[in-house]
């Protein structure tokens, strides 16, 4: 496809249960960031990627979050012993431009994952 | 920690009246973007404006950028039912620049055919 795909699109979590959220970015785009998004609220970051090397984590909340992109490609987003604070949609974004100097790029989003910890 | 706050919170308005959004931020930026987001959907980008830019337009879209005062209006002219959605502003800062956005907690739209 031509955007960026996001599975799975619902995710529903025992409390203390592992997740993994997948980000498929567009073809060719070195840039990839991952979100968080609370209900009603605008998405706040967790993360960044320059192709494969993860340049700034400082939004991740907690230790038990974790990302990885090892072939500057497709993303993966893991939650470790989820908790129901975790609830939300984890949106993830690529752009075609590094970043350095001016950051002018425009990411493009997935539509997200939707993540339920009961 | 969001950084920009938005206001109205929520806009009812009838289709074919202009629609207006305003955005508050708090350091200083390189750039400015408005993205749209449908109910349940990811975030598509409407518009970016530079720091060193005071007005921009698009279609039916304008958006002004006040740097001294910190902050950006987004004004939706002759809207349609299609426009329902939510807006947000988010900001490329200027120090640290990773490409990361910060985003306002939005303004919900809702356009009445």
């Known amino acids: 496809g031509a955007g960026v795909s996001q599975s799975p699109r619902y995710k529903v979590a025992k409390r203390g249960q592992d997740v993994a959220l997948r980000c498929d970015p567009i073809?060719?785009?070195?840039?990839l960031f991952w979100y968080q998004q609370a209900l009603g609220q605008g998405p706040e970051f967790l993360t960044y990627?320059?192709?494969?090397?993860?340049?700034?984590k400082s939004g991740l909340p907690s230790d038990r979050f974790f990302a990885e992109r090892p072939e500057g490609s497709v993303s993966t987003l893991k939650i470790q012993r989820t908790q129901q604070e975790d609830s939300a949609v984890y949106l993830c974004?690529?752009?075609?431009?590094?970043?350095?100097?001016?950051?002018?790029?425009?990411?493009?989003f997935g539509a997200g994952t939707r993540l339920s910890v009961l | 920690s969001q950084q920009g706050e938005e206001d109205p919170q929520a806009l009812s308005i009838q289709e074919g009246e202009n629609a207006t959004m305003n955005c508050s931020y708090k350091t200083s930026i390189n750039n400015l973007q408005w993205y749209r987001q449908n109910s349940g959907r990811g975030l598509v980008h409407l518009i970016l404006i530079r720091s060193n830019e005071r007005e921009k337009h698009s279609g039916r879209l304008r958006v002004t950028l006040d740097t001294s005062k910190k902050s950006s209006s987004l004004l939706i002219t002759a809207s349609r039912a299609a426009d329902t959605a939510s807006y947000f502003c988010?900001?490329?800062?200027?120090?640290?620049?990773?490409?990361?956005?910060?985003f306002g907690q939005g303004t919900t739209l809702q356009v009445k055919p």
């Open positions: 990627f320059q192709n494969e090397a993860q340049l700034d």
């Open positions: 988010a900001t490329g800062p200027l120090s640290g620049n990773t490409g990361k956005l910060i």
């Open positions: 974004a690529s752009s075609l431009v590094s970043s350095g100097g001016v950051a002018k790029n425009i990411q493009y």
């Open positions: 073809s060719g785009h070195v840039s």
